[in-house]
């Protein structure tokens, strides 16, 4: 019994000391490229202090009996482009060097590790266009996860897309970390979908 608890133990530790290296060495790779990076992310910066800071989807554009009959959905569906302001300035940091541009900036309210995605994305894009990237890998998201839980229960499958609908998806793609937040999501449903057994139980205590 200790043999095994002691093997779990060395286990949990093997794997989060990977995810460690790999998820800081991604974010060291991520902050070596070069690109329009800092041109793209300060123009979103201005573009988003110019302009309202949480702006609502619906709210402003429904009639008012849609409005009262909607209530705290409609209410709810705003963007925070707060901290996608927040997410473009740790993305051109200054720092002596790659470590501590990486590093020492931080939001703490939002996991920052989607700027290994955001700025080889800024290399290309600037902000307002990156919402529309973020739309279609959404719509490619929820197409895949579809198909992969479709193969356990089509009835699952069609009420996870409708809950994914229902959770804010209107907004889910205007704003950085709640669309970063669904591409882990469908990442990991289509994985569980398909990984076999005995793979999962490795990990299992």
Request: with cysteine; aromatic share 18%; net charge positive.
């Given at each position: 019994?200790?043999?095994?608890?002691?093997?779990?133990?060395?286990?949990?530790?093997?794997?989060?000391?990977?995810?460690?290296?790999?998820?800081?060495?991604?974010?060291?790779?991520?902050?070596?490229?070069?690109?329009?990076?800092?041109?793209n992310?300060?123009?979103?910066?201005?573009?988003?202090?110019?302009?309202?800071?949480?702006?609502?989807v619906?709210?402003?554009?429904?009639?008012?009996?849609?409005?009262?009959?909607?209530?705290?959905?409609?209410?709810?569906?705003?963007?925070?482009?707060?901290?996608?302001?927040?997410?473009?300035?740790?993305?051109?940091?200054p720092?002596?060097?790659?470590?501590?541009r990486?590093?020492?900036?931080?939001?703490?309210?939002?996991?920052?590790?989607y700027?290994?995605?955001?700025?080889?994305?800024?290399?290309?894009?600037?902000?307002?266009?990156?919402?529309?990237?973020?739309?279609?890998?959404?719509?490619?998201?929820?197409?895949?996860?579809?198909?992969?839980?479709?193969?356990?229960?089509?009835?699952?499958?069609?009420?996870?897309?409708?809950?994914?609908?229902?959770?804010?998806?209107?907004?889910?793609?205007?704003?950085?970390?709640?669309?970063?937040?669904?591409?882990?999501?469908?990442?990991?449903?289509?994985?569980?979908?398909?990984?076999?057994?005995?793979?999962?139980?490795?990990?299992?205590?």
């Amino acid at each position: 019994m200790t043999r095994k608890i002691i093997k779990s133990i060395t286990k949990g530790l093997f794997v989060y000391l990977l995810l460690i290296s790999i998820c800081c060495s991604l974010l060291f790779l991520s902050f070596s490229l070069d690109g329009d990076i800092e041109s793209n992310a300060s123009i979103g910066i201005c573009k988003i202090s110019n302009g309202e800071i949480y702006p609502k989807v619906l709210e402003h554009y429904l009639p008012m009996p849609w409005t009262y009959f909607l209530s705290s959905w409609a209410h709810y569906l705003q963007q925070d482009k707060f901290t996608d302001r927040e997410m473009l300035k740790a993305a051109i940091a200054p720092g002596d060097n790659i470590f501590e541009r990486a590093m020492v900036p931080e939001y703490g309210r939002y996991w920052h590790g989607y700027l290994v995605f955001l700025r080889p994305v800024l290399m290309f894009f600037p902000y307002e266009e990156i919402k529309y990237l973020g739309l279609i890998v959404h719509i490619l998201g929820i197409s895949i996860i579809y198909f992969s839980v479709k193969r356990i229960s089509d009835f699952l499958a069609k009420g996870l897309v409708v809950s994914f609908l229902l959770y804010g998806w209107l907004t889910a793609w205007l704003s950085f970390q709640f669309y970063s937040a669904y591409f882990i999501v469908y990442a990991a449903g289509s994985l569980v979908t398909r990984i076999k057994k005995r793979h999962i139980l490795y990990f299992s205590l």
